[in-house]
């Protein structure tokens, strides 16, 4: 069972460079999400998406970017990267009732994780 | 918006005894949900236990159990029978129903309570 996907596990960025954060997941869930935690922090929303087509701005959005053109996948995007991006990145999605769209009382599936530093 | 407190940075447990967790939110929603949340060494995010707000009942989940006081918002966790195993950061964390208001969906996080088992 592969659940939430992400990759690089890992990476290391110059202050300017872009890069793009992947995340998959085979569980046919509709909503997908993207975290960053800072060190001693919980977890903020970046941004999120309801399905296919749909995105939207979570707490922290300034400096990314989303698409979701399928119901797998939802990279995150960061343009110009900055020291204060610094962070760990987790991907997550859960399930909706199909019809219903009801959905907070289903847990999130969270990936691994991405550890980014910006230098 | 939401907020959820968590009071306690670190707590310490001898082995086998029993430790509770504290968690305040505030909110003005009548409909939402509430998460623990377990981080190891390893970094994974790990769904500990939840609660639907209209549910005066506590939920339970084997060791863990929590206790919820709506009128006091408050949402703590008591983990049963200590194990090494326990030993982590734990999240309490918040989500809006399906039948509240505007807002981005996603999950509102505290910064976590260190739990560390004395063997």
């Known amino acids: 069972n592969a659940g939430v996907t992400q990759t690089p596990k890992f990476r290391i960025l110059k202050i300017g460079q872009s890069m793009t954060l992947q995340c998959t997941q085979d569980?046919?869930?509709?909503?997908m999400y993207w975290y960053r935690q800072d060190p001693g922090m919980g977890l903020k929303l970046i941004y999120y998406s309801v399905g296919a087509g749909i995105t939207d701005k979570g707490e922290v959005p300034n400096g990314y970017n989303v698409s979701r053109s399928t119901t797998e996948d939802f990279p995150l995007r960061l343009e110009l990267a900055a020291p204060s991006q610094t962070s760990v990145y987790f991907c997550a999605s859960s399930y909706s009732w199909p019809g219903q769209g009801t959905h907070s009382n289903q847990p999130q599936h969270f990936g691994d994780g991405t550890r980014l530093s910006i230098l | 918006a939401q907020t959820v407190t968590q009071s306690q940075p670190e707590m310490s447990v001898q082995e086998a005894e029993t430790v509770t967790l504290s968690c305040t939110y505030d909110t003005s929603e009548s409909d939402y949900y509430l998460f623990w949340y377990k981080q190891p060494p390893s970094r994974q995010m790990i769904l500990v236990i939840r609660q639907e707000a209209y549910k005066q009942q506590n939920a339970t989940e084997n060791r863990f159990s929590v206790n919820f006081q709506k009128a006091a918002k408050s949402f703590s966790l008591k983990i049963s029978d200590s194990q090494l195993g326990d030993a982590a950061m734990y999240f309490c964390?918040?989500?809006?129903?399906?039948?509240?208001?505007?807002?981005?969906?996603?999950?509102?996080f505290g910064k976590g309570t260190h739990l560390i088992i004395q063997p």
């Open positions: 569980m046919n869930h509709n909503y």
């Open positions: 964390a918040y989500r809006r129903g399906d039948h509240s208001g505007g807002g981005a969906d996603g999950l509102t």
